[in-house]
């Protein structure tokens, strides 16, 4: 798969560990930034990474911040983009059955490093079940519209 990636300076360490991660599974990886851990401002670097996906340049978007709420807050703002805020493998399994979630969002202040490669596995790996859950999918993208 080809995946956009993206974090502020407290997900900076988290991203670049994932960046190797993915690479090693054999993905294709986008790096929208940041470069450092130097203080920045994630709506700088969640709204690129989230267009990346909704731009078809990139099959799924993976998005860290210190809690995971700035950043998914910004990609949900980006029309076509259903970013899930994700702290175990239990939610990260249920954004992909129930909401074809194709952005994952998680703390890097929240949630350990492994359980953070866990759950992208989980993410990447998890069908949409369709049926029920796609006519609430049609009914969201109705609003935005
Ligand atoms: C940065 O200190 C922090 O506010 C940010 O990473 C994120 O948690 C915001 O939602």
């Known amino acids: 798969m080809k995946i956009a990636i993206g974090a502020d300076h407290a997900g900076f360490e988290v991203k670049e560990q994932l960046k190797n991660y993915l ?22 670097y969640a709204f690129q990474t989230a267009k990346a996906v909704a731009d078809k340049l990139c099959d799924r978007a993976i998005l860290v911040c210190g809690t995971g709420i700035g950043v998914s807050i910004c990609a949900n703002k980006v029309k076509g983009v259903r970013c899930g805020l994700c702290h175990d493998l239990f939610t990260a399994k249920m954004c992909r059955e129930h909401n074809d979630a194709n952005c994952l ?14 759950m992208v596995d989980v993410f990447l790996s998890t069908d949409f079940l369709g049926d029920k859950h796609a006519r609430r999918i049609e009914k969201i993208n109705k609003y935005e519209q």
Do not use: M, W
Not at 105 to 118: D, K, S, T, W, Y
């Open 23 to 44: 690479k090693d599974k054999g993905h294709q990886v986008a790096d929208f930034g940041t470069y450092s851990n130097g203080s920045c401002d994630y709506p700088d």
């Open 105 to 118: 969002a998680v703390g890097a202040r929240v949630v350990e490093l492994p359980v953070i490669l866990q």
